[in-house]
């Protein structure tokens, strides 16, 4: 069964640092893209980052550049988020995806990062 499982959300500090990690089960990453999506309260979901199976990586939100950085390893079937000097807007539900070959799309249960003092 295809499962993606998000960690490593929590409350941190303004410019604190978390690394989200996204693990997939039940299929391999090593055809697809995968990123990151995020939804604040009361707002719609956005785009982040994301990652071609070729490495070739996709910035959606200038407001995460410099900050945000995006890899994955495809033999250990994970992608990770590193988010660096964060912001109290960066406060969202995030969500990992992957966009498999054939053009399906999978979606983790999300992380919860609050970031406020």
């Known amino acids: 069964q295809l499962q993606l499982v998000e960690s490593g959300g929590g409350l941190v500090q303004p410019g604190g640092s978390l690394r989200l990690s996204c693990v997939a089960s039940g299929f391999t990453l090593d055809y697809s893209e995968i990123g990151w999506f995020r939804q604040a309260p009361g707002k719609g979901r956005e785009g982040v980052l994301c990652i071609s199976s070729r490495g070739g990586i996709t910035n959606y939100a200038d407001s995460v550049k410099g900050r945000f950085t995006i890899s994955r390893d495809n033999a250990r079937n994970t992608v990770w988020l590193q988010m660096n000097s964060l912001k109290p807007e960066d406060t969202a539900v995030y969500y990992c995806?992957?966009?498999?070959?054939?053009?399906?799309?999978?979606w983790g249960q999300g992380t919860q990062v609050t970031v406020s003092s």
């Open positions: 995806y992957i966009l498999n070959s054939i053009g399906a799309t999978y």
